[in-house]
């Protein structure tokens, strides 16, 4: 009984991704990759056992606003994509404005 349950439950997640699919290419909307750009990490700053706390943390900060600025921009990019893909739904990506 324990087989069949199980059974039913993969089946049940099979047909769900099946329709998933079915329904996103009947949709006609095709999304572009998201830019690599937006996917790469930016690194804490680096530690050491010579410098002051202050200045470790004055870096790390700065390493924050890298951050922050970035995820401003990729959310932008993502804002401007959906405007686009609104009026038509084959819109190319807008290009990825860096500042």
Do not use: F
């Amino acid at each position: 009984m324990t087989l069949t349950l199980t059974a039913c439950g993969t089946t049940k997640a099979r047909l769900e991704k099946a329709g998933a699919t079915i329904g996103k290419t009947q949709a006609g909307v095709h999304l572009a990759p998201w830019p690599t750009w937006c996917k790469e990490l930016v690194e804490h700053a680096k530690l050491n056992t010579v410098d002051d706390t202050r200045i470790l943390l004055r870096r790390e900060r700065r390493q924050q606003s890298k951050t922050n600025a970035k995820l401003i921009v990729c959310a932008e990019y993502y804002e401007k994509y959906a405007e686009l893909l609104a009026v038509n739904q084959n819109a190319a990506p807008p290009t990825l404005q860096l500042k």
